[in-house]
């Protein structure tokens, strides 16, 4: 029998779920539309978008289900999927973290230009690379409060995605009205 406090950590989580998968859908579609957003410093943020899109869907729902019916077993082939999968988002997450915090580094301290080039992005995913395996011991909840706090962040500290934001809002809005 679930107890109360199991329900509200589904709760939690499930919120944790719908705020992670709006904001990195709103991420990745803002700066795919919005011109002033396709540039290659953004490459890192919109695929740390889709990485915790895709950990917001698969992994995270499958803690209510654990939650909820701790009896029920997966599929080998599901169980072997959520395994490898997994360790593979978190990694790719906290590497394009690492990529996103060397870029604001070298913008900020050193007053950088050369992170407009495609080729410095691809050199510092690849540096990042080198995370140790010690950082995949980190929680996957916070891969997840991690995909729900990052559009969130974003949007406060850059105007070109708030205003992306809130012309993805008002096209929402016109269309359904």
């Not at 107890?3 to 989580?13: C, D, F, P, R, S």
């Not at 890192?44 to 915790?52: E, K, N, R, T």
């Not at 909820?68 to 999927?81: F, K, R, S």
């Not at 010690?134 to 070109?160: C, D, H, R, S, W």
Request: proline residues 5%; positive net charge; charged residues 10%.
């Amino acid at each position: 029998m679930v107890t109360a406090g199991e329900y509200i950590l589904v709760v939690v989580i499930a919120i944790i779920i719908v705020v992670s998968v709006i904001g990195c859908l709103l991420t990745i579609v803002a700066i795919w539309t919005r011109p002033a957003l396709k540039k290659p410093v953004n490459i890192p943020l919109a695929s740390l978008s889709c990485a915790d899109f895709i950990f917001a869907i698969f992994y995270s729902s499958f803690w209510i289900e654990h939650i909820l019916y701790p009896q029920w077993e997966p599929p080998a082939a599901l169980c072997w999927v959520s395994g490898y999968g997994a360790p593979v988002l978190l990694g790719v997450s906290v590497s394009h973290m690492l990529c996103i915090a060397l870029q604001r580094y070298f913008k900020i301290c050193t007053n950088s230009t050369r992170l407009k080039s495609t080729r410095v992005i691809v050199i510092m995913l690849l540096f990042t690379c080198k995370v140790p395996t010690e950082a995949f011991i980190v929680g996957q909840l916070l891969v997840t409060l991690n995909g729900a706090l990052n559009p969130i962040v974003y949007g406060v500290m850059n105007k070109n995605i708030r205003q992306g934001y809130k012309h993805i809002w008002d096209s929402m809005l016109n269309y359904i009205t």
